[in-house]
């Protein structure tokens, strides 16, 4: 799963969102790529030509183990 950024110039990341405010994201890296391309193109081409970075395609990794242990929901401890 990816997601894309950008940064405000004063170094702010923040996700890019949908019309519905929702966080977009996307299974493959290069739909992230084309996505960030079609809506910052000007962004993603000053990068190429005048260096420094305001638009990036961040990886989402899953927490698969679930460290460390929640506590189950009105225990108030450790399950």
Request: charged share 35%; aromatic share 8%; hydrophobic share 35%.
């Amino acid at each position: 799963m990816f997601k894309i950024e950008v940064e405000d110039g004063h170094g702010i990341w923040t996700d890019v969102r949908g019309s519905d405010g929702a966080i977009l994201t996307f299974e493959r890296e290069e739909d992230a790529r084309a996505k960030l391309a079609e809506l910052f193109p000007i962004l993603v081409q000053m990068e190429k030509y005048a260096g420094g970075k305001r638009t990036r395609v961040i990886r989402i990794l899953e927490d698969e183990d679930d460290w460390p242990k929640r506590p189950a929901a009105g225990s108030g401890r450790p399950g």
